[in-house]
């Protein structure tokens, strides 16, 4: 049995997240994504079913499909396996690395920690492309393969697998080729993929269902014809993109550009972790495009080594490239981020200009800005509509973070003096309570006093004259004297160099240092002990000095937009022609349409009821709608004994061995579960069984049934197998030859005779053996034509 429920991401263009349930016992998340407002209602209907999850898999890097994954490990209960390909895992990390210190920028931000981040990625277990991992626990008798979908590095198209049934779960798959990623192996040169074909279920989105991409050419003349007017009117162009997945492609695409025309402006990717981001970039050519990595192979030298390029973490690293500049920043929602900030501070000009490269996610401001772009660009003298000069007004909400001054600043200094004298207080209190007697290691002839006995010293309780038992004047005579509180002065340590320095007395306390910083509030300030010196850095301070006080203030603010705006659409996933063109072609036996405008969503599930050869089962689920799409087949296990399976004849398919076995099943009446009751071959009527051929038709198997049967088979031009030199097989059709090529059909028959039958049924060509049937795959002919 197989349960689709949409957790969010259907019939509208929110992150991705969605359950699926098979037999009742396992229940697999397909992603697990939010967006930057990180609003926790939205997480309503993940709360409910968090704990219940089994595996969780990851399909993309980026915010929408991965953003609540964190939170949810964290506070939700979320402790499932979780599986990922490795740059899912890196870049993913990175994204939420990125978007935190962007939140943290412009706010008291503490819905997660970067603690719940790394806890949470240091669980995904990762592979690779095409590699079968058969789950374990509670998910036994599940396998899942993750293949190449393009569109990100690392981006997954996911096939889960379990008995017969076979879902393929396919979102934001590119099928076109990029500059630095292949496109997805789903449909490759017009072919669907084998193992992805025909499946039980297919889900699948139609988020650009009714748009049509330009062709990649005109659509980079635009960008470049943009960049070089702006540049021209000594303006700076703005690239909102997010921090790890589509910006490799347009920082990529960028540096060439500049590298082929000897670009003099600068090009700077701003993120918090562009350092990082990149660096995992290089270490990752395995996983990006074959034009990638023969550069890499003739050149040695690595394509992401840019050359113009210039990575700043930090705002105020743009004051060291004055002038017209283009910069790539993030975040492509423009409502957080370095993006928002450079927005804000160059939309106002006329000079300027925005390149969106994509719609940005619903209600965002950079939404927003397209929707206004589209309203006013109605011309259509080219592939791609021209800029418009935005004249938008908006009263936005600004948050950000500012430095103390004045009368702030002084009492907060005085409050921080006296916050340290207290603590210095404390601290030699407690380092003299807690001292330790030190003996010189030179005057090995001296008792030594341990922290026993001056516990036992300071227990006792002493008048003000008492004798002391301990010392004697003479050989009588006994001395008294005045007993001091119990005090042994330490001996310093010296070895061959001098006194021993302790170090911990002249360490720098860390609190220290950062006690001005009122942005992390306890989390980790330098994010994970693994990082680099520039992730060390306080990369969320805008200001010089790192020992700053700060604060947050939000206030609202009227922006009148003038700048330029143009979109073009770069964020590398297929149009509407490709996603009609494709789904078809995979052929499932059911179709469940998702992450979608409801217009979108209706349009591709009509074009797909259109093709008379699709499937009638295609479902449009709502948000928190429960779909049972299981096959009108019923599966049981069956326990065998060991006398019975010694009985068997087994034969090999693979990793499994297969066999006959004969009986009737019945339910007890006391019990819902089936019963087998065996049956010898001997009392069939028949005496023997059918035929049956299990496992994925190869021509290959085929050369060796019929070589064994003495027919001579030899394969000639591209899968096409010919026997006799009469006979011609390929996938799809079998064909007699003609004269002109072979010799005449009627000579041909007694090779027909010895494979003795051809059955022609519903477009399939069945060869029948004496013990064997040989099921070759849908023919693209019609019936009439094989029978020519």
């Given at each position: 049995?197989?349960?689709?429920?949409?957790?969010?991401?259907?019939?509208?263009?929110?992150?991705?997240?969605?359950?699926?349930?098979?037999?009742?016992?396992?229940?697999?998340?397909?992603?697990?994504?939010?967006?930057?407002?990180?609003?926790?209602?939205?997480?309503?209907?993940?709360?409910?079913?968090?704990?219940?999850?089994?595996?969780?898999?990851?399909?993309?890097?980026?915010?929408?499909?991965?953003?609540?994954?964190?939170?949810?490990?964290?506070?939700?209960?979320?402790?499932?396996?979780?599986?990922?390909?490795?740059?899912?895992?890196?870049?993913?990390?990175?994204?939420?690395?990125d978007i935190f210190q962007s939140k943290v920028n412009e706010d008291k931000f503490d819905t997660f920690a970067l603690d719940n981040v790394d806890a949470a990625f240091e669980k995904v277990n990762t592979l690779k492309y095409s590699q079968p991992m058969v789950l374990g626990g509670k998910c036994k008798g599940i396998t899942i393969t993750a293949y190449a979908a393009g569109h990100t590095i690392g981006g997954t198209i996911w096939k889960i697998k379990k008995d017969t049934e076979e879902i393929v779960y396919a979102v934001d798959y590119n099928h076109k080729k990029e500059r630095h990623l292949d496109g997805t192996v789903l449909h490759i040169n017009g072919v669907v993929l084998d193992a992805l074909s025909?499946?039980?279920?297919?889900?699948?989105?139609?988020?650009?269902?009714?748009?049509?991409?330009?062709?990649?050419?005109?659509?980079?003349?635009?960008?470049?014809?943009?960049?070089?007017?702006?540049?021209?009117?000594?303006?700076?162009?703005?690239?909102?993109?997010?921090?790890?997945?589509?910006?490799?492609?347009?920082?990529?695409?960028?540096?060439?550009?500049?590298?082929?025309?000897?670009?003099?402006?600068?090009?700077?990717?701003?993120?918090?972790?562009?350092?990082?981001?990149?660096?995992?970039?290089?270490?990752?050519?395995?996983?990006?495009?074959?034009?990638?990595?023969?550069?890499?192979?003739?050149?040695?030298?690595?394509?992401?080594?840019?050359?113009?390029?210039?990575?700043?973490?930090?705002?105020?690293?743009?004051?060291?490239?004055?002038?017209?500049?283009?910069?790539?920043?993030?975040?492509?929602?423009?409502?957080?981020?370095?993006?928002?900030?450079?927005?804000?501070?160059?939309?106002?000009?006329?000079?300027?200009?925005?390149?969106?490269?994509?719609?940005?996610?619903?209600?965002?401001?950079?939404?927003?800005?397209?929707?206004?772009?589209?309203?006013?660009?109605?011309?259509?003298?080219?592939?791609?509509?021209?800029?418009?000069?935005?004249?938008?007004?908006?009263?936005?909400?600004?948050?950000?973070?500012?430095?103390?001054?004045?009368?702030?600043?002084?009492?907060?200094?005085?409050?921080?003096?006296?916050?340290?004298?207290?603590?210095?207080?404390?601290?030699?209190?407690?380092?003299?309570?807690?001292?330790?007697?030190?003996?010189?290691?030179?005057?090995?002839?001296?008792?030594?006093?341990?922290?026993?006995?001056?516990?036992?010293?300071?227990?006792?309780?002493?008048?003000?004259?008492?004798?002391?038992?301990?010392?004697?004047?003479?050989?009588?005579?006994?001395?008294?004297?005045?007993?001091?509180?119990?005090?042994?002065?330490?001996?310093?340590?010296?070895?061959?160099?001098?006194?021993?320095?302790?170090?911990?007395?002249?360490?720098?306390?860390?609190?220290?240092?950062?006690?001005?910083?009122?942005?992390?509030?306890?989390?980790?300030?330098?994010?994970?002990?693994?990082?680099?010196?520039?992730?060390?850095?306080?990369?969320?301070?805008?200001?010089?000095?790192?020992?700053?006080?700060?604060?947050?203030?939000?206030?609202?603010?009227?922006?009148?937009?003038?700048?330029?705006?143009?979109?073009?659409?770069?964020?590398?996933?297929?149009?509407?022609?490709?996603?009609?063109?494709?789904?078809?072609?995979?052929?499932?036996?059911?179709?469940?349409?998702?992450?979608?405008?409801?217009?979108?969503?209706?349009?591709?599930?009509?074009?797909?009821?259109?093709?008379?050869?699709?499937?009638?089962?295609?479902?449009?689920?709502?948000?928190?709608?429960?779909?049972?799409?299981?096959?009108?087949?019923?599966?049981?296990?069956?326990?065998?004994?060991?006398?019975?399976?010694?009985?068997?004849?087994?034969?090999?398919?693979?990793?499994?061995?297969?066999?006959?076995?004969?009986?009737?099943?019945?339910?007890?009446?006391?019990?819902?579960?089936?019963?087998?009751?065996?049956?010898?071959?001997?009392?069939?009527?028949?005496?023997?069984?059918?035929?049956?051929?299990?496992?994925?038709?190869?021509?290959?198997?085929?050369?060796?049934?019929?070589?064994?049967?003495?027919?001579?088979?030899?394969?000639?031009?591209?899968?096409?197998?010919?026997?006799?030199?009469?006979?011609?097989?390929?996938?799809?059709?079998?064909?007699?030859?003609?004269?002109?090529?072979?010799?005449?059909?009627?000579?041909?028959?007694?090779?027909?005779?010895?494979?003795?039958?051809?059955?022609?049924?519903?477009?399939?060509?069945?060869?029948?053996?004496?013990?064997?049937?040989?099921?070759?795959?849908?023919?693209?002919?019609?019936?009439?034509?094989?029978?020519?």
């Amino acid at each position: 049995m197989i349960v689709f429920t949409v957790i969010s991401g259907a019939k509208n263009e929110d992150a991705l997240c969605y359950l699926l349930e098979l037999d009742d016992e396992v229940r697999i998340m397909l992603d697990c994504g939010w967006n930057d407002e990180f609003n926790v209602e939205d997480l309503k209907h993940l709360r409910r079913v968090a704990k219940q999850v089994d595996a969780l898999l990851l399909s993309h890097p980026d915010l929408s499909h991965l953003g609540a994954y964190p939170y949810a490990y964290g506070h939700f209960g979320l402790s499932c396996p979780v599986y990922a390909t490795v740059p899912v895992v890196h870049m993913g990390r990175m994204c939420m690395y990125d978007i935190f210190q962007s939140k943290v920028n412009e706010d008291k931000f503490d819905t997660f920690a970067l603690d719940n981040v790394d806890a949470a990625f240091e669980k995904v277990n990762t592979l690779k492309y095409s590699q079968p991992m058969v789950l374990g626990g509670k998910c036994k008798g599940i396998t899942i393969t993750a293949y190449a979908a393009g569109h990100t590095i690392g981006g997954t198209i996911w096939k889960i697998k379990k008995d017969t049934e076979e879902i393929v779960y396919a979102v934001d798959y590119n099928h076109k080729k990029e500059r630095h990623l292949d496109g997805t192996v789903l449909h490759i040169n017009g072919v669907v993929l084998d193992a992805l074909s025909r499946p039980s279920l297919m889900i699948t989105d139609a988020y650009n269902s009714l748009i049509i991409h330009p062709a990649r050419k005109h659509r980079d003349a635009a960008l470049f014809d943009t960049i070089t007017n702006t540049m021209k009117n000594k303006g700076s162009v703005l690239l909102p993109t997010d921090s790890s997945a589509r910006v490799l492609e347009l920082a990529y695409l960028l540096d060439q550009h500049w590298a082929f025309y000897q670009v003099s402006y600068p090009l700077i990717l701003l993120t918090h972790q562009s350092y990082r981001t990149i660096q995992f970039a290089k270490s990752m050519l395995e996983w990006m495009s074959d034009a990638i990595n023969r550069q890499f192979d003739s050149k040695r030298e690595n394509p992401f080594e840019f050359r113009y390029l210039r990575l700043c973490h930090k705002y105020k690293d743009l004051s060291k490239y004055p002038g017209p500049k283009v910069v790539l920043a993030s975040n492509s929602s423009l409502d957080t981020g370095y993006a928002r900030d450079l927005l804000l501070e160059w939309g106002t000009s006329e000079s300027n200009a925005l390149i969106l490269t994509d719609r940005g996610p619903p209600n965002s401001l950079a939404r927003k800005v397209y929707n206004e772009w589209n309203r006013l660009s109605q011309s259509n003298d080219g592939p791609v509509k021209p800029p418009v000069n935005l004249d938008l007004t908006m009263d936005l909400l600004i948050k950000k973070k500012v430095p103390l001054e004045g009368t702030e600043l002084s009492e907060y200094k005085s409050e921080l003096r006296k916050k340290q004298e207290r603590e210095a207080a404390q601290a030699a209190l407690i380092a003299k309570s807690l001292s330790i007697i030190e003996d010189d290691e030179s005057d090995e002839s001296e008792s030594e006093i341990g922290d026993t006995d001056i516990e036992e010293l300071l227990s006792k309780q002493f008048d003000l004259y008492v004798r002391d038992a301990t010392k004697y004047g003479g050989f009588f005579k006994q001395t008294q004297s005045y007993l001091m509180f119990p005090y042994v002065e330490k001996r310093k340590r010296y070895d061959d160099y001098g006194e021993i320095i302790q170090v911990d007395q002249f360490a720098r306390g860390i609190g220290d240092e950062n006690a001005g910083d009122g942005d992390v509030n306890g989390d980790k300030a330098d994010m994970n002990s693994d990082k680099d010196e520039f992730d060390r850095e306080d990369s969320t301070n805008t200001f010089p000095e790192s020992n700053v006080p700060t604060k947050y203030v939000s206030y609202e603010q009227e922006i009148k937009f003038q700048c330029q705006v143009r979109f073009i659409d770069l964020e590398g996933t297929n149009d509407g022609r490709s996603l009609k063109t494709i789904v078809p072609q995979v052929q499932p036996r059911k179709l469940i349409v998702v992450h979608a405008s409801p217009e979108a969503t209706n349009d591709f599930a009509q074009s797909c009821l259109a093709i008379r050869s699709m499937t009638r089962d295609i479902y449009t689920p709502d948000v928190g709608e429960v779909l049972n799409v299981s096959a009108a087949i019923n599966f049981y296990q069956v326990k065998l004994t060991d006398a019975l399976v010694s009985s068997l004849k087994l034969s090999k398919l693979e990793d499994y061995d297969i066999a006959f076995v004969n009986g009737k099943i019945s339910f007890p009446p006391d019990s819902s579960l089936p019963v087998l009751d065996v049956v010898p071959i001997e009392e069939l009527s028949s005496g023997t069984h059918n035929p049956v051929f299990v496992g994925e038709v190869k021509l290959t198997e085929l050369k060796r049934v019929l070589q064994s049967e003495g027919i001579t088979a030899e394969f000639k031009d591209e899968g096409v197998l010919v026997c006799n030199e009469k006979v011609a097989v390929r996938k799809g059709n079998f064909v007699v030859k003609e004269e002109n090529v072979f010799e005449k059909i009627d000579e041909s028959e007694d090779v027909l005779e010895r494979i003795e039958k051809i059955v022609l049924e519903e477009n399939k060509v069945i060869v029948l053996k004496k013990n064997e049937v040989i099921v070759l795959e849908d023919s693209e002919e019609e019936d009439e034509e094989i029978s020519k």
